[in-house]
Structures are given as C-alpha cells and as structure tokens.
C-alpha cells in the first residue's frame, strides 16, 4: 500500500492521526507503517459506542451431566473415547494468545513458574497432563498451540529450549492469532510507537479461523481428526483431550461438550452454560438475573449451577460453520499503552480505552448441542488469574499439592 492509498483508508475510517508522524519516520519505519495499515482492520471501532452486540435471547437452565451420572459410566466413556484417540481423531488447542495482564508478567503465562523446589512451569503442567492421555492411548495427540504477535517467538522458542517438556516435537503446532487495533473511548487508535498503531490479539474466538489462514487444516483433516478440545492456558490441573469426557460427548450423542464445576456461589465470576432459544449458550455471572439466581432445578438445586472453565469440545464439522463474523464482538475496557502528543510512552494505571475481541464462549451457541459434564473443581480446576488472592499463583500451589504435584 502507498501513501495515498494508506491515507484514504485512515480517512474513510477517521484515523488520520496515524500518519502524524510520517515524516519523522526512516524509510523501513515508513514501509512499516503501510504495511500496517493495509492489514489492520479497522471495522472493529465502529463498536466502540456501542458494546451491546451480545444481546440474549430467552435464557432456560441446561441440565448438566453430573459427577455420580460419570461415575456410573466411566468405564464404557472412557473405553469409547480412548478408541477416538488411538484412532488419531482427537486433539487439542491450547489458547495462549493472551496478554495475561492480571498476572502481571512480561513473559507469556504458560512460562510463569508455579515450582517451589524446583522450576514447574504452566507449559509443563499442560504437557504433562497432555503425556498421561498420550500414554495411556499409546499414541501421540496433535497439539496446536495458538500465540499472538506479541507472544509468538518467544513461546516457541522456550518449547525448544525446554525440549517441549518430553512431548514429541512433530506433534506440537504453533500458529498466531489476527490482531486489531486499540482505541480510545471515542474509537481513536492509539499509537504505541511514532510508527505502529497499538494493537491487541482478537480475543480466543478466531482461533479455528486462524487456524485455517496458518494451513493447519491440511493437519486436521489429512489425519483425520473430528474432535477438537479447545482449552485455557492458565488452568494447571485441567485434563486434556480426556478420554471420558470425549466418549460421553459421543455416546449422548452431542456435537460439543464443555466441562462445567459446581458454583463455589451464586455471583462467582465464572460464567453458567445454559440454554438460550432453545441452543445451548453461556449467561455471564453478571448477566444472572435474581430471579436466575433464586431459580431451582428438579431436585431443588441452583438451575444455573455449573460454570464453564475453558475446556470445551468441538467436532470439526460444525466448526466448518461458524463463521467468525457470526460472533459477537466484545468490546472490553483495558489499560492500553500509548505515545503521547510528544511521542513519549505512556503506560497507564486505569482504563484507558477499548480492546475488541470475540470469544470461544460464543462458539457454543452456534452449536446445535453442548453437552454439560461436570468434573471435580479440587481436581480439575485451578486456574491463574491474578497474581495473588483469587485464583492466583498460590490458591493453584495449594490445589496442586491437594493432587498430589510435587511442586
Ligand atoms: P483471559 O480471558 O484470561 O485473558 O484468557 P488474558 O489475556 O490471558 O488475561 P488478562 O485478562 O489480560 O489478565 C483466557 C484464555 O484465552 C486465551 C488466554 O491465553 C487464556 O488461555 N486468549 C485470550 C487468547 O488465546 N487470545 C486472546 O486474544 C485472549
């Protein structure tokens, strides 16, 4: 893209501010900057004014599978779903695209290291939780690994240099993320250098689309693979690709599954699968109504009772189908750097303006069905959030010892 063409599109969408700079800027500086400019999208801002894009439908309860209903079956789930794996139809995509603010770390989160007496990074625990499915399926499981700009070389190449934690190397696919840009509260892309516009990853709901853009569909489909469990980075006790979570997805008979906890209390920030129009869809705990909250199941337990923890299920037909533009747009309040009008940065303490992103969440409800499979929070659930305090590096420590991790 030339000058001029790069001028009409900053016009266009109101962005002339970008360019401010320009002169100043060396020759490769300048190419940059047109480079970026063509690949930006700047659709994403015409939201800023209006972050409603979620509106729900009529939301009903989702009955969820619950513990003593797996217990029951175990056997014949994992029996079916460890033959989905032997078969090469399952695999697994962790999402470590994101930025981790809360963490408050430079590095990506999966090379915090929660070791006490040794190092014991978040990339390791994954891996080896990956490891005992790979071993008791006797059979390798693709992993495809999704980073951003931000994070791409150096998540690589801490794989490399920690050998991929035992995992076979061919069996581990990296890929990145589209970015988009950040604004301010009018819709104004900051600037986070005299020649870059600040940028941030899409959010976790592209990750099958870019997936398609990096070519790892020739993987998915020369080996076969239908199923596709989808996961958080920051969960180190989370089991992945389970084998009875997949064979009770394919013995009910449902195209998804999302592994769901009993709420520790009505308003915990995680948010409830249920049903909305009759498919099944994710209400946020602050989209609970009272009435939602006070709402009783059959049995008199809470009807909104099992919270999503980023592990979810897809069949890879269906994911064929959802098209990214499908998806709402979030868009979410952030401490965003920037230069100021004497190109100095700023690194703010408050919110300073929006991220765009879309959600996997979303992806549940384009979706005919879902099924909703409880695991234990004590064994499965012990995510990274912040640093301290709340699902935080110490309440994981303490799960993990609870596990028996040596830490
Ligand atoms: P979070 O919602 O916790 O966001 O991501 P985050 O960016 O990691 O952390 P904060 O909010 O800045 O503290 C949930 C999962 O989705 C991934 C994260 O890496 C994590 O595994 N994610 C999030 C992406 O892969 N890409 C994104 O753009 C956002």
């Known amino acids: 893209m030339d000058y001029r063409e790069a001028y009409e599109k900053l016009e266009g969408y109101g962005q002339l501010h970008v360019l401010n700079y320009y002169e100043e800027l060396t020759e490769k500086e300048k190419e940059e900057l047109l ?14 004014k209006n972050n409603t894009t979620n509106q729900k439908g009529e939301i009903s309860p989702l009955n969820a599978m619950q513990l003593a209903q797996i217990e029951e079956k175990r056997e014949e ?12 139809r399952a695999a697994a995509v962790l999402l470590a695209g994101g930025m981790g603010t809360r963490l408050g770390s430079d590095n990506p989160k999966g090379m915090f290291d929660i070791g006490i007496t040794r190092p014991v990074y978040i990339f390791q625990r994954i891996i080896e939780n990956l490891l005992d ?19 791409h070389e150096v998540t690589v190449q801490f794989f490399e240099e920690k050998n991929y934690f035992g995992y076979k190397k061919e ?3 990296f890929f990145k993320q589209e970015m988009v840009p950040a604004s301010d509260y009018e819709g104004k892309v900051y600037m986070e250098e005299r020649g870059k516009i600040s940028t941030s990853p899409n959010g976790n709901g592209g990750w099958f689309s870019s997936m398609e853009k990096w070519g790892l569909l020739d993987i998915v489909n020369g080996e076969g693979i239908e199923w596709l469990n989808v996961f958080a980075v920051d969960n180190v006790l989370q089991r992945i690709v389970d084998p009875c979570f997949i064979g009770a997805v394919i013995a009910e008979g449902c195209v998804s599954g999302a592994k769901v906890v009993k709420k520790n209390a009505p308003d915990e920030r995680v948010g409830a699968l249920c049903l909305e129009d009759g498919k099944p869809s994710i209400v946020e705990y602050y989209e609970l109504t009272e009435e939602m909250k006070a709402a009783k199941d059959e049995n008199g337990d809470p009807a909104y009772n099992f919270g999503v923890i980023l592990n979810y299920l897809f069949r890879k037909k269906d994911l064929e189908a959802i098209a990214d533009s499908n998806l709402p747009l979030h868009v979410v309040e952030k401490k965003i750097p920037y230069i100021d009008e004497n190109a100095e940065l700023i690194l703010p303490e408050q919110p300073n303006g929006y991220k765009y992103e879309t959600l996997v969440l979303d992806m549940i409800h384009q979706v005919d069905n879902c099924l909703s499979y409880e695991v234990e929070r004590k064994r499965e659930f012990a995510p990274i959030k912040n640093a301290t305090g709340v699902d935080s590096v110490d309440t994981a420590r303490e799960l993990c010892k609870e596990n028996g991790i040596e830490l």
């Open 35 to 48: 480079e970026q400019i063509e690949s930006v999208d700047f659709t994403v801002l015409k939201y800023c």
């Open 133 to 151: 499915v790979v071993n008791a399926g006797k059979t390798w499981i693709h992993l495809f690994v999704m980073t951003s700009d931000k994070n």
């Open 171 to 173: 069996f581990i696919h």
């Open 77 to 88: 789930y994992t029996r079916i779903g460890l033959d989905e794996i032997k078969k090469g």
